[in-house]
């Protein structure tokens, strides 16, 4: 049994019908612009990002630096372990992830340099 209009059947005045789920994803700020630059920028991040990991760990291992490797491998799996805390919704735990991965990454290089 259908509810008075603007009522659902606990007394809310929720301005969405249930009936039109579907389109609740479709809103947003881009609905209907066709702008879709978040994903490119997101794209093009994890590409440049995952080349420059992917090149610290090849030089390290190039030069024979185990310690560059491993520092490397360990910037790569904080990077990878934030990106699922982002999808989880958790920017706390992102940012610190994030913070790990730079610093692990920083001392692949100063391994490379010294």
Same mark, same amino acid.
């Given at each position: 049994?259908?509810? *008075?209009?603007?009522?659902?059947?606990? +007394?809310?005045?929720?301005?969405?019908?249930?009936?039109?789920?579907?389109?609740?994803?479709?809103?947003?700020?881009?609905? +209907?612009?066709?702008?879709?630059?978040?994903?490119?920028?997101?794209?093009?991040?994890?590409?440049?990002? %995952?080349?420059?990991?992917? &090149?610290?760990?090849?030089?390290?291992?190039?030069?024979?630096?185990?310690? &560059?490797?491993?520092?490397?491998? &360990?910037? %790569?799996?904080? %990077?990878?372990?934030?990106?699922?805390? @982002? @999808?989880?919704?958790? *920017?706390?735990?992102?940012?610190?992830?994030? &913070?790990?991965?730079?610093?692990?990454?920083?001392?692949?290089?100063?391994?490379?340099?010294?």
């Amino acid at each position: 049994m259908r509810e *008075p209009v603007g009522q659902d059947e606990y +007394g809310s005045t929720n301005s969405f019908d249930p009936d039109d789920l579907p389109n609740l994803n479709a809103i947003g700020p881009a609905m +209907g612009s066709g702008n879709d630059f978040e994903k490119y920028a997101v794209a093009v991040i994890i590409v440049f990002g %995952a080349l420059i990991i992917g &090149g610290l760990m090849a030089a390290a291992m190039t030069f024979g630096h185990r310690n &560059g490797f491993l520092f490397a491998l &360990g910037g %790569a799996t904080a %990077a990878w372990i934030s990106g699922n805390a @982002l @999808l989880l919704d958790r *920017p706390r735990i992102y940012a610190l992830f994030v &913070g790990i991965a730079a610093l692990m990454l920083v001392a692949s290089t100063l391994t490379l340099v010294l």
